[in-house]
């Protein structure tokens, strides 16, 4: 490992100092095609752009990005749901890079539509097993202390398409229904203390405001931890999509536990068995038992960079790229496998590390053209090691469609296309 190491180390300095050469002579063909740049456009030549004037302040729409981006955008399967007012889009986990997923790229997950909230009448009911019941407004809550956290949120459902083996091929369809952000709001803890908890509580039931009244039990233990109530995502108020005005944030489970446009919190001494919790998001194991409230999303991870979407281009010096998190805790280790799982190789994880958040890690390596299968796995503060999924099914069987946190393998052809596989 430590002379592969050198060599790599070797390989990206001798990158580095002919990259000025490089430049001077003109990128290469496969750069080119995918620039799709005018000849006219490229050193030492002025380019166009440079020539005139560009549009003014405040007139590009909020939020709009360059026009050769516009390809980097959520997605949707059209035949994974039944109606688009019950469906999901995913996030391009394989066109971002760090750890903060942008707004408009965040993944959606609807069961009655995007409930459209006017602020003005927005109001939180907070009742059930409590001294005093009590009813908030958004300007309320935005009074209260607030905090912000960064965390991730992934749906129960992601990668369950692939519990029978690999369908879909690409990292943003297999494991897109994940995206880290950062929160502000109100800890929940606070709302209930100002309720006034009755000692024999034990669980709440949160519900959204949207048409489909999704609602979900709650352990209190869990809500007086590290809950929140949130109504910013990276500083702006959050978007239709993501629960405006108000969510709830629950660190480190299950998404559906997320409540969207939050409309009322009881408090109850046991839980209420709804239907998002009877008929769906329970993990129906081999022998026919189902597991229940199964809330923590284990550790996982995915390379989003090679992956299907993302092919190789061209041989030479790659960095190998990918997310990490776990609902446990913080990550503290991820390793990469460029033989499907043989040999494990310490990658480097670059910028923050927080509680129940994302990860960003890279791997360095110099690409011959040999093929590869590509692995990651994280490992927490926990002690918990992501398993392969092979040792998932044997535990769990194959007919849930939830927490599949099994190693995704992707195939790197000889000619740089990548392909979802297992490996045996």
């Known amino acids: 490992m430590t002379e592969r190491t050198d060599k790599t180390r070797a390989t990206r300095r001798r990158f580095l100092a002919g990259a000025a050469g490089v430049a001077a002579a003109g990128v ?3 750069r080119a095609d995918n620039a799709k740049s005018l000849a006219k456009n490229l050193p030492p030549n002025v380019a166009d752009w440079s020539k005139s004037l560009g549009e003014g302040v405040g007139v590009r729409a909020y939020g709009t990005p360059s026009k050769f981006e ?9 035949w994974l749901t039944a109606t688009p007012e019950s469906s999901v889009s995913f996030t391009p986990l394989h066109q ?10 965040c993944f959606e997950r609807h069961h009655g539509g995007i409930a459209e909230v006017d602020p003005n009448d927005y109001r939180l009911m907070l009742h059930g097993m409590v001294d005093k019941p009590l009813v908030f407004t958004l300007e309320d809550l935005k009074r209260l202390p607030r905090v912000n956290r960064v965390y991730f949120l992934e749906c129960a459902a992601n990668s369950g398409m692939e519990w029978r083996g690999a369908q879909l091929n690409g990292a943003q369809y297999t494991h897109g229904m994940v995206h880290c952000v950062q929160y502000t709001g109100v800890p929940l803890k606070l709302l209930l203390e100002q309720a006034g908890v009755k000692p024999n509580a034990k669980w709440l039931m949160v519900e959204g405001g949207d048409a489909a009244g999704m609602n979900r039990s709650l352990p209190l233990a869990k809500a007086l931890d590290d809950c929140l109530i949130a109504y910013r995502m990276n500083g702006e108020m959050l978007r239709p999509e993501q629960g405006y005005p108000v969510r709830l944030v629950v660190p480190g489970w299950e998404g559906n536990l997320w409540i969207k446009w939050l409309r009322r919190i009881k408090v109850g001494d046991q839980p209420w068995y709804t239907r998002e919790e009877t ?3 329970t993990d129906l194991l081999e022998d026919g038992k189902a597991r229940q409230f199964t809330f923590v999303m284990d ?3 995915v390379i989003t960079s090679p992956s299907p979407q993302m092919p190789v281009h061209g041989k ?3 960095v190998i790229s990918g997310l990490a998190w ?3 805790g913080k990550v503290s280790r991820v390793d990469v496998s460029l033989d499907g799982g043989r040999n494990w190789r310490t990658a480097k994880i670059d910028g923050p590390v927080f509680d129940k958040s994302c990860v960003r890690f890279y791997y360095e390596h110099e690409w011959t053209g040999e093929q590869l299968l590509l692995q990651s796995r994280a490992m927490d503060d926990s002690g918990y ?3 392969s999924k092979d040792a998932l099914r044997k535990i769990r069987g194959v007919n849930s469609i939830y927490h599949n946190n099994g190693i995704q393998t992707w195939a790197v052809k000889s000619d740089g296309e990548v392909e979802n596989v297992e490996v045996g």
């Open 28 to 30: 290469t063909a496969a």
């Open 70 to 78: 516009k390809d980097v955008q959520r997605r949707t399967v059209g």
């Open 96 to 105: 971002l890079d760090g750890i903060i997923t942008p707004n408009g790229l």
């Open 279 to 281: 008929s769906k998001y």
């Open 299 to 301: 550790a996982k991870s």
């Open 316 to 318: 030479g010096f790659m």
């Open 326 to 328: 776990s609902g446990r």
């Open 385 to 387: 090691v992501q398993p």
